[in-house]
C-alpha cells in the first residue's frame, strides 16, 4: 500500500484541519455527555462509569484478536474475509468440546487451582487450532483459485460470502438429522440451540476496584488478550514470516522478486489471523458460556469495524481499534439501552467512514 | 466466454495443458481447473444452443424481435397456470410460488444494477425491499390499527379502507427507499467498494434491528398484520386484490412492473450514465481521469437500486399481508440480502434475462426439491463459491460482464497474479 507522502509547506500550524477536527469532535462528544449526565439519560456515578469502561475494555480485547485477522489478511490480499466470523464461530465449538469431551467438565464440578490454568490453556490451543486450521483450509480451497486466475475483487468478496454461509450453515445442519437427502444421520455438534459451556473460571467477584467488582473471567481475557497482542506485534515486526507478510503487504511483485514466497506467505496470513481468532473465541465462549452456529456474525463485524477504525490493515491499529470499539459500545448502551448495542457499532463504522476513512493509525501493516 | 464454441474450448485447455509444466503428471492442473474442464466438456452444447439463440435474435429485424418479446411476455403470463397444470399439488400452491418467483426477479433486477452495472457490492440490498414494504405498511394504516388494537385488545378500530389510492404509496416508498439510499450511499460510496460493502451489510441490520425496535411505529417484532390489499376502481372497471388468497393479479402487476422496470433500466444502461458506470466497474481510477463523475454516478446506480426493491417491498407488503422484521435478514428469511445476491451471481451479473433465471431457479429448486429443506443456504453458499471458481459470469452472463470477470483482457483493480509455474 502506498504511504501518502506530506509535503512540508512551512511551519505547521497547531491549529490546522485534522486537529480541528479532532477538537471539535471530543468537544461535541463532551457536550453530549455532559448533557446527557445533566437529564438523567446518562448515569452521574463514577463506579457505573468505571464497570462500564471494564467491560467495555474486556469485549475490547476480543474484538481487537479478531480484528487482527481482518486487517492483515486485508493487508496482504486486499480481501475483506468475510469468513473469518465463521472461523471465530469454529472456534467457539472447538473450545466447547474440549471442555466437555476432552476434560469432560460436569455442570457442577468446576476445576479449581492448577487444573483449571492447565484446562484452560489446552482449550484456547485447541479453538486456535481448529480456527486456524479453518482459516487456512478456506484459503487453499476457495480464494487459492481465484488468485490463481487474479480475479476480480468482487468475486472474492462473494465467495467470501459463500464461505461464510457454507460453514454457519454446516454448523446449523450438524443436529443430529439426516440432511440434503442422505441416508444417514449427520452427527449432532452444533444445530440451532445453543452449546452451553460448563462451568469453569468463575464469573463471581475476586476483588473492587473503586467499587467495581472484577471477576476472574475478566482477568482472564484481559491478560491473555495482552499477551497475544504483544505476541502478535513482536512477530509481524521482528520474526522472518512477519517480515514476509509486511513485504507482501507492501508490494506483492516486488516481494515475490526478492525471494518471498508469496503463497507460503499468505497462507502463514491467514493461520495466524486464525490462530487470533480461535484464542479470541475461546474467550468468548468461556465469558459468555454459548456456542452457536450464528455466533460469530456480531463479534466479526465489530471486529471489523475495529479494523477499520483503527485504520485497515494496520496491526496495532486493529488493537486500538479493538479497545476504543468496545469502549465506545459500552459507553453508547450507559446512555441508551442494550437492545441498541448491536447500532452503535455500525454508527461508529459509518462515522469513521465518512470524517476519516484510513482509520485512526492510517493503513499500512506494521506501523 | 459465451462467445465460444465447444471446439475452440477444447483446443484451449489442450493449449493450456502443453503451457503448464506439471501438465503429464497431473493432467489438467488443480482440482477447480479440471472441474472447470469437466463442465465446460460437458455443457458445450448448452452453451452452443444458447449462442445460436442470441445470434439468432440479435439477427432479427426490429418487427421480428418485438414478436419474440411479446411471446416471452405471454410465456411467462401463463407460468401460474403452466406450472399449475404440470406440477399441481394444491390449489393456489404454484400460484404463490409464481409470486414468490416474480418479487425476487424484480429484486434481482434491482440488485443487478448496483453489482452488476456499477460492479459495487450491496449486502444489505433487503433494507430497501424492508423499506418499501414498511413504508406501505405504516402508510396504509395497518401498523397503526395493530399497534391500537394490540394496546385496546377489547377496543374496536376501524380496519383502514384506502384501497384506491394504494397505488400513490408506491411513489412514496420509491421516495422513501431512494431518500435512504442517497442519505446512506452520500458518505461511503466516495470510499473504496469493499468498504462498501460492510457498510451496506451493518445498514441491512440496522434497519432491521430499529424496525425491531421502534415499537410505536413499526409494531416492533410483533410485526404489522392485516395490510390492506389495493384495489383498481377505474370507470367500468372494478377489481379489489385478495391477498395471499388469489396470488394471481399480484403475478400480473409484478410482470408488469418487471416489464416496466427492464425497459428504463435498458434505456439508462445503454446511454451515458450505463457507460459511465461499466466505466467505473472497470477501472474507477481511469473512469474518473476521464471525466466521469464516480460519486455521482454510483449513487445513481445506489438509488436505483433502491427504488427497484422498494416497489418490490410494496408489492410484498400486499400480497402476503404481514411483515415482520424477520422478514428482512441478512440470510435466513425468504428474500434476504445473500439470496438475492446468490440470484444475480448464479444467473448472471450485468445483463437483464441472466438475474431473472437466477431468481426462477433459486426460489423453484427449492420449492421442487423439498428435500434441500435447511440445507439450501448451505448449497447457495456453496454455489456461490463453485459459480465463483468454475464460472464467474454466472449461468447467462452479459458479453462484456463475462470478460471482466473470467479475468480477460478487462479487469477490475486485479490482484496481483501468482503463476502456475512460480509456485508448482
Not at chain 2, 397456470?81 to 434491482?110: D, Q, R, S
Not at chain 2, 435512504?180 to 467498494?193: E, F, H, K
Not at chain 2, 425491531?212 to 390492506?228: M, Q
Amino acid at each position: 500500500m502506498a504511504t501518502t507522502e506530506r509535503v512540508a509547506t512551512g511551519p505547521r500550524s497547531p491549529f490546522n484541519g485534522r486537529s480541528l477536527a479532532w477538537v471539535c469532535g471530543l468537544a461535541a462528544v463532551a457536550i453530549l455527555l455532559t448533557l446527557g449526565i445533566r437529564d438523567g439519560t446518562c448515569p452521574s456515578s463514577g463506579s457505573i462509569w468505571l464497570s462500564y469502561f471494564i467491560y467495555g475494555l474486556r469485549s475490547g480485547a476480543i474484538y481487537a484478536m479478531v480484528a487482527l485477522g481482518y486487517t492483515m489478511v486485508y493487508g496482504v490480499l486486499q480481501l475483506l474475509n468475510f469468513a473469518h466470523s465463521e472461523v471465530f464461530m469454529i472456534g467457539t465449538f472447538a473450545a466447547v468440546y474440549t471442555l466437555k469431551g476432552l476434560f469432560g467438565v460436569q455442570p457442577n464440578h468446576p476445576p479449581t487451582g492448577l487444573t483449571l490454568v492447565f484446562v484452560l490453556l489446552v482449550t484456547m490451543i485447541f479453538a486456535a487450532a481448529a480456527s486456524g486450521t479453518t482459516a487456512v483450509v478456506m484459503e487453499r480451497l476457495a480464494y487459492r483459485p481465484l488468485r490463481r486466475r487474479g480475479a476480480s475483487r468482487l468475486a472474492y468478496l462473494i465467495t467470501a460470502i459463500g464461505v461464510s454461509l457454507v460453514l454457519s450453515n454446516l454448523l446449523l445442519l450438524l443436529d443430529g438429522g439426516p440432511h440434503l437427502g442422505l441416508p444417514w444421520n449427520w452427527p449432532a455438534v452444533g444445530g440451532p440451540g445453543a452449546v452451553n459451556y460448563p462451568p469453569t473460571i468463575s464469573q463471581a467477584k475476586w476483588f473492587s476496584i473503586g467499587g467495581v467488582p472484577i471477576s476472574p473471567v475478566t482477568v482472564l481475557v484481559m491478560a491473555v488478550a495482552v499477551v497475544m497482542l504483544i505476541v502478535l506485534d513482536q512477530f509481524v515486526r521482528r520474526t522472518r514470516t512477519g517480515q514476509g507478510i509486511r513485504a507482501v503487504a507492501e508490494d506483492p511483485e516486488t516481494a515475490s522478486l526478492m525471494g518471498v514466497n508469496v503463497d507460503r506467505t499468505v497462507v502463514s496470513t491467514f493461520l495466524v489471523g486464525g490462530l487470533m481468532a480461535g484464542v479470541a473465541a475461546a474467550l468468548f465462549g468461556i465469558t459468555f458460556g454459548a456456542a452457536q452456529y450464528s455466533i460469530g456474525f456480531y463479534p466479526g463485524l465489530k471486529a471489523f469495524t475495529a479494523a477499520v477504525l483503527g485504520g485497515i490493515g494496520n496491526v496495532r491499529g486493529a488493537m486500538l481499534g479493538g479497545l476504543l470499539l468496545g469502549l465506545i459500545e459500552q459507553f453508547g448502551i450507559a446512555c441508551t439501552a442494550a437492545q441498541w448495542q448491536n447500532v452503535i457499532a455500525f454508527v461508529v463504522l459509518v462515522a469513521v467512514l465518512m470524517f476519516r476513512p484510513t482509520g485512526i493509525l492510517g493503513e499500512q501493516v506494521g506501523g | 466466454m459465451s462467445s465460444e464454441t465447444g471446439e475452440e474450448l477444447e483446443s484451449q485447455a489442450r493449449k493450456a495443458q502443453e503451457a503448464t509444466p506439471g501438465g503429464i503428471s497431473e493432467p489438467g492442473g488443480p482440482w477447480h481447473k479440471r472441474g472447470r474442464d469437466r463442465v465446460r466438456q460437458f455443457t458445450a452444447p448448452i452453451r452452443g444452443g444458447m449462442q445460436r439463440s442470441r445470434t439468432w435474435y440479435e439477427g432479427l429485424p426490429t418487427w421480428a424481435k418485438a414478436i419474440v418479446v411479446v411471446t416471452v411476455i405471454t410465456v411467462a403470463a401463463l407460468a401460474p397456470f403452466i406450472m399449475n397444470a404440470t406440477l399441481g399439488v394444491a390449489a393456489g400452491y404454484w400460484e404463490a410460488i409464481a409470486v414468490k418467483i416474480g418479487i425476487a426477479a424484480l429484486l434481482a433486477l434491482g440488485l443487478n444494477v448496483v453489482v452488476g452495472f456499477a460492479g459495487l457490492l450491496d449486502l444489505g440490498y433487503v433494507a430497501f425491499f424492508a423499506i418499501g414494504a414498511y413504508t406501505y405498511a405504516i402508510a396504509s394504516g395497518a401498523a397503526r390499527f395493530g399497534i391500537d388494537t394490540f394496546a385496546n385488545p377489547t377496543k374496536h378500530f376501524p380496519i383502514p379502507e384506502w384501497h384506491m389510492y394504494m397505488w400513490l404509496f408506491f411513489f412514496l416508498a420509491l421516495a422513501v427507499a431512494v431518500g435512504s439510499g442517497i442519505l446512506l450511499g452520500a458518505p461511503t460510496l466516495r470510499l473504496r467498494g469493499d468498504y462498501l460493502a460492510i457498510v451496506t451489510l451493518g445498514f441491512g441490520e440496522i434497519v432491521r434491528i430499529t424496525a425491531n425496535n421502534l415499537d410505536s411505529f413499526t409494531n416492533g417484532a410483533k410485526g404489522i398484520n392485516e395490510i390492506p390489499a389495493p384495489a383498481i376502481g377505474l370507470p367500468g372497471v372494478h377489481y379489489q386484490f385478495q391477498g395471499s388468497f388469489q396470488s394471481n393479479p399480484y403475478y400480473w402487476l409484478l410482470l408488469g412492473v418487471i416489464v416496466m422496470w427492464i425497459f428504463l433500466l435498458r434505456r439508462v444502461n445503454a446511454g451515458r450514465v450505463g457507460r459511465a458506470w461499466a466505466a467505473i466497474r472497470e477501472d474507477e481510477v481511469a473512469a474518473a481521469a476521464m471525466g466521469v463523475p464516480t460519486v455521482r454516478m454510483k449513487l445513481g446506480a445506489f438509488a436505483m437500486g433502491a427504488a427497484v426493491a422498494s416497489f418490490g417491498g410494496v408489492i410484498y407488503a400486499m400480497w402476503v399481508g404481514f411483515i415482520s422484521p424477520d422478514s428482512f435478514t441478512l440470510f435466513g428469511s425468504e428474500f434476504s440480502s445473500v439470496i438475492i445476491l446468490a440470484m444475480v451471481v448464479l444467473g448472471g451479473m450485468g445483463g437483464f434475462a441472466g438475474p431473472i433465471v437466477g431468481a426462477a431457479l433459486v426460489v423453484f429448486l427449492p420449492e421442487r426439491f423439498r428435500s434441500l429443506g435447511d440445507s439450501r443456504y448451505l448449497v447457495f453458499g456453496l454455489v456461490l463459491v463453485l459459480v465463483m471458481i468454475l464460472r464467474p459470469q454466472g449461468l447467462i452472463p452479459s458479453k462484456r460482464r463475462a470478460r471482466e470477470l473470467t479475468g480477460g483482457e478487462l479487469h477490475e483493480q486485479t490482484l496481483y497474479e501468482v503463476r502456475e509455474e512460480a509456485s508448482a
